[in-house]
């Protein structure tokens, strides 16, 4: 009787997690694409919808394959960055003084807050706690971390060259404390949004419908790209050959660790412009 109703549940829930797995690509892909496209910068209510809408649809989907979310590359360590980094954008936000419906208190930024806190409770109820991180893990973060640093500096590689002949004339102090805390402000932004989505439950539903992983690879790098067109013609190199290699890079980061996590680091590297606090440290050398 109990095999009889799990087979009765089971396509069920693959059919809610399809619906859900669908409203996060349409969020990320035509939705995104289109208030960047339309709506004026100064207008930040449709980004702020899409990253509450996110965050939302995320955390529904970790709880629903709680049972199962080592299918979807999410163990201890990527999950307390989902869990705990996330609001943290709000708070700095708020810091910098930006005028931004994500900033602490506003709206938009209490939702996430609370999304987080909700996520939180109900994993704690579920028997989730906070857990080492295994040593295979924490030597893919420090691949991750040399991922994002390499990429971060390739992508800026011109302004990193002519920097260098300069490099003695930085001052750690000042380029210490903006650019990690610039760091922060993306690990808690865009990887906690694309992250569980293209390298996590797109890859883990796919691979669930019996798809081979190298065309798996593949797509999400393709869908990675294509959710970026908005570079395409104002910023055609990075567009045409640096989000692509990375959607590669941090899809094989997943792929091969098996973890979202060392991509999470290595996509906040990346966004985050590390290569000027390489120079920073590099002027004590």
Same mark, same amino acid.
């Given at each position: 009787m109990g095999t009889e109703i799990f087979k009765t549940l089971q396509p069920r829930h693959q059919q809610i997690a399809w619906f859900v797995l669908s409203l996060l690509l349409l969020l990320r892909l035509p939705f995104t694409i289109?208030?960047?496209?339309? !709506?004026?910068? =100064?207008?930040?209510?449709g980004s702020a919808i899409y990253e509450v809408? %996110?965050?939302?649809l995320t955390a529904f989907l970790v709880l629903w394959e709680y049972d199962n979310l080592s299918d979807f590359h999410i163990e201890t360590s990527a999950l307390a960055l989902i869990i705990f980094?996330?609001?943290v954008q709000t708070? *700095? +936000?708020n810091y910098w003084g930006v005028d931004s419906p994500l900033a602490f208190p506003n709206p938009f930024g209490l939702m996430l807050s609370a999304i987080s806190i909700g996520l939180f *409770?109900?994993?704690?109820?579920?028997?989730? $706690? +906070? %857990?080492?991180? /295994?040593?295979?893990?924490?030597?893919w973060l420090i691949v991750g971390l040399f991922a994002g640093i390499f990429v971060s500096v390739l992508e800026n590689l011109k302004l990193f060259s002519s920097s260098l002949s300069h490099v003695h004339s930085f $001052?750690?102090?000042?380029?210490?404390?903006? %650019? /990690? #805390?610039? #760091? @922060?402000?993306? #690990? /808690?932004?865009?990887? *906690?949004? =694309? =992250?569980? +989505?293209? $390298?996590?439950? @797109?890859?883990?539903? #796919?691979r669930r $419908?019996?798809?081979?992983?190298t065309w798996i690879w593949l797509l999400q790098g393709g869908l990675f790209t294509i959710a970026h067109v908005y570079f395409a013609s104002q910023y055609p190199v990075i567009f045409w050959i640096f989000i692509p290699f990375s959607g590669l890079l941090l899809g094989w980061l997943a792929w091969r660790a098996r973890t979202i996590a060392p991509g999470m680091l290595?996509?906040?590297?990346?966004?985050?412009?590390?290569? *000027? !606090?390489?120079?920073? +440290?590099? /002027?004590?050398?």
């Open positions: 289109i208030i960047i496209f339309l !709506l004026p910068i =100064e207008n930040q209510n809408g %996110t965050y939302l980094l996330r609001p708070l *700095i +936000l *409770i109900a994993l704690w109820r579920k028997g989730w $706690r +906070l %857990t080492p991180v /295994s040593r295979a893990t924490l030597g $001052r750690i102090a000042p380029v210490l404390v903006p %650019t /990690s #805390l610039n #760091l @922060l402000y993306h #690990l /808690s932004f865009a990887p *906690i949004n =694309e =992250e569980p +989505l293209f $390298r996590g439950f @797109l890859w883990g539903y #796919l $419908r019996q798809w081979n992983e290595a996509h906040a590297l990346i966004n985050g412009s590390v290569y *000027i !606090l390489i120079l920073g +440290l590099l /002027s004590f050398v």
